[in-house]
């Protein structure tokens, strides 16, 4: 695979968010931000394909749908 270079601007929110999701998946944010990115388009694909996301709460089984912009 070919691989390119980026610049990426992150507000210091955002950057704490990504430093704090790679430290708890022990991932670099490199492989963070292309597992995100993954999953990005895979939501993309079925929500466009007229399927619907949710997530469900383990408890109380309660949906709530999940809308991509």
Do not use: N
């Amino acid at each position: 695979m070919d691989k390119r270079q980026m610049t990426l601007m992150l507000s210091e929110r955002e950057m704490t968010i990504l430093d704090e999701l790679a430290a708890e998946r022990g991932l670099s944010k490199t492989a963070l931000l292309r597992q995100a990115l993954r999953l990005y388009q895979s939501v993309t694909v079925r929500i466009s394909a007229g399927e619907k996301l949710f997530v469900e709460h383990p408890e109380t089984k309660e949906k709530a749908e999940l809308v991509v912009l």
